[in-house]
């Protein structure tokens, strides 16, 4: 069987990981002004503020970090995988990062200019490289990754401490008129805006995705999720200890994020909250594994678990179904609804593709875009259908 091998929990723990992605990126389509150096001026109430805080405190800069963290981990995977079938792991993996760096690309282009994928298979080969490195080492390296990231985004806050305010961002009244346009104007957007964006994640994200890639490694290699004993110990210290600093670093950058945009004190709280946001990634694997363990655990699990085999396809679903919420592919929300409305939006979308994805594993193997990447990682062309036999 296709899944005789598969963790059950990890691919629980990638739809939790769907599930905050959603939560962040609705905002990249639904707000003009999301990520710009200034709130949009239409939702400044209270309450809109107190939404945005919220999001940036659960979601924003954690969920990232787990789905990296189970890429490592899926990497030590994909090495047993080409050892039980007496497969060259280079070449195999060559072929699945080409293929993922080349759906996230074509992902950009169309869908969403913020695509990640492509990072991922970048980084992947980086990962490649360092694939006879001892769990150790890769976890010392991803320490060193965090914390020299995070001091240095500090530091270069406080080196623009005396600088002036931004000026209104106009990069948003250009987005605001292509998502409120026809879908070629959205499609151009989304394709215009890709290289920047790429390199913005690049010099963003890329480096605390790289940590996340070596620590998720390291806990493959001593095959964390497959001993239970080790792993319920390792959550309890964790929401004991890891959890009071990750929430508390979350809440400096949600803070400044929400009532300080733009300004040094953002660059600052980013820099502590990229030290902290991995013991917060952390304590919601724990949470969620420690759920797991419960017998009234067992339907959640199950229930994300099938959300989460499917994790690439649902990802460029999520793309899709918010672009045709809220661009000219299709309703043109976009800052039509307040910050509360927007987050409404993220439980009935989850929710369908909690039920999209159990009808289509009740009838095939993989989602399509795992189908599409499995066929370039074994340059075969897999079996879809459940009833296919070998």
């Not at 996230?104 to 695509?115: C, E, I, K, N, Q």
């Not at 961002?169 to 292509?178: E, R, W, Y």
């Not at 991995?278 to 594994?289: D, K, Q, V």
């Not at 594993?361 to 879809?384: D, F, K, N, Q, S």
């Amino acid at each position: 069987m296709a899944d005789a091998h598969r963790l059950h929990h990890v691919d629980a723990l990638r739809g939790l990981a769907l599930l905050g992605i959603l939560s962040v990126n609705i905002w990249a389509f639904a707000d003009s002004h999301f990520a710009s150096p200034s709130p949009n001026p239409a939702y400044t109430s209270a309450l809109d503020n107190a939404v945005r805080f919220t999001a940036a405190l659960l979601f924003e800069g954690k969920f990232y970090l787990l789905f990296s963290f189970l890429f490592g981990y899926s990497f030590t995977l994909q090495m047993d995988a080409a050892a039980r079938a007496r497969a060259d792991f280079l070449p195999r993996m060559l072929r699945r990062q080409a293929g993922l760096i080349a759906l996230g690309l074509l992902h950009g282009a169309l869908l969403f200019y913020g695509d990640i994928m492509s990072l991922y298979g970048m980084l992947g080969l980086v990962l490649l490289a360092c694939r006879h490195w001892p769990p150790q080492r890769a976890a010392k390296v991803a320490i060193w990754l965090l914390s020299t990231v995070g001091l240095a985004w500090m530091l270069l806050g406080l080196l623009l401490a005396g600088a002036t305010g931004e000026p209104p961002d106009p990069g948003a009244l250009v987005k605001l008129q292509a998502f409120r346009g026809s879908a070629a104007a959205t499609q151009a957007y989304h394709l215009g805006h890709l290289a920047e964006t790429l390199g913005i994640i690049l010099t963003v994200q890329a480096p605390s995705a790289m940590a996340q890639f070596f620590l998720g490694y390291a806990a493959g290699r001593v095959r964390l999720f497959e001993q239970p004993g080790l792993y319920r110990a390792a959550a309890h210290r964790l929401l004991r200890l890891g959890a009071p600093m990750g929430v508390a670093g979350a809440a400096c950058y949600a803070t400044a994020s929400t009532y300080a945009p733009g300004g040094w004190l953002e660059v600052v709280a980013f820099g502590f909250g990229q030290m902290t946001a991995p013991l917060l990634c952390f304590s919601y694997i724990a949470a969620a594994l420690l759920l797991f363990g419960r017998p009234a655990g067992k339907r959640v699990e199950n229930a994300l678990a099938a959300t989460g085999r499917m994790a690439l396809s649902n990802y460029l679903l999520q793309s899709l179904l918010l672009g045709l919420l809220f661009t000219g592919y299709g309703l043109r929300l976009i800052d039509r609804l307040p910050p509360l409305a927007i987050m409404a939006c993220v439980a009935p979308i989850y929710a369908l593709q909690m039920l999209l994805s159990r009808w289509w594993l009740a009838r095939y193997r993989y989602g399509p875009g795992e189908w599409l990447l499995r066929a370039a990682t074994l340059a075969a062309l897999p079996l879809l259908r459940q009833r296919d036999e070998r």
